[in-house]
């Protein structure tokens, strides 16, 4: 995936020594079909063209203190990404009349402590707290995706990305906490709820990278070939069959590795929120 050197993110804050660190390689509903097609209503266009980010992102000077000075080129992909992703959506719901509330993004090392959902240590993976609007993401866990797991390559990471973006834009339609509702109405169906809640993050994440297939940086295409083959590779290594193959699926809360590939492609090949039904 090809991004912008130098790039810098206001939305992006480092914790423990992970500022410092590159990384050695190039998350988280029946009767969420009905609700999810109801608020996705408001996103039914498409996305805009060009890494223009405006208010979403910030020019590779920064204007965020936590981001002055160089950084590894791995910290810079990631920043990249992160507000590519978060660009499309603002762009689309600014299409469509709505405001976007930005998440920010958080880089840690080892362990941290978040605003309303505890403290986290990298054994969690990356995750999204929707009490504060923010993703949270262990460098570590980048690097056992692809030597645990065997997702390699830079749209791997982006798609790890992208899914928790799809947290975050779940919270701010109401998705989520609509699903919480049924979850709480509905205990025995709570780890259903969950993994459609999780499909359909990663179907977002394919609706972003069918954007990002067409955008462009300085007349150069984003997706290179093979990235998206890394982000089918990507899902499918966090599938719960694959990350606990002991345990059935009656246990699992995020969805095996040929649902979350499906729910990707679908997003990808639609490019389109309204068939994110997951249920």
Known sequence: MRYTRGYRSKNTEYRGSARGKGLAIGGGAGGLGIIGIILLLLLSGGGGGGIDFGSI??????????????????????EFSFDHVQFFWDDLFTQNGVDYPPARFVIFDAAVSTGGCGQASAAVGPFYCPADSKVYLDQAFLAELQNRFGA?????QAYVIAHEIGHHVQNVT???ADVRRLQQE????QNELSVALEL???C???????FAATDTIEGLPVVEPGDIEEGLRAAAAV???????????ESWTHGSAEARMRWFRTGFETGNPQECDSA
């Open 204 to 210: 977002l994440a394919g609706v972003w990278a069918n």
């Open 200 to 202: 359909q993050a990663d």
């Open 186 to 189: 509905n205990p025995g169906r």
């Open 239 to 249: 599938g719960d069959d694959r990350i606990n193959p002991g345990a059935g699926p």
């Open 152 to 156: 390699a390559g830079d749209f791997a």
């Open 57 to 78: 992102g910030a020019a590779a000077t920064g204007t965020d203190s936590s981001n002055q000075g160089e950084l590894p080129p791995r910290n810079e992909f990631l």
């Open 174 to 176: 109401g998705i989520s």
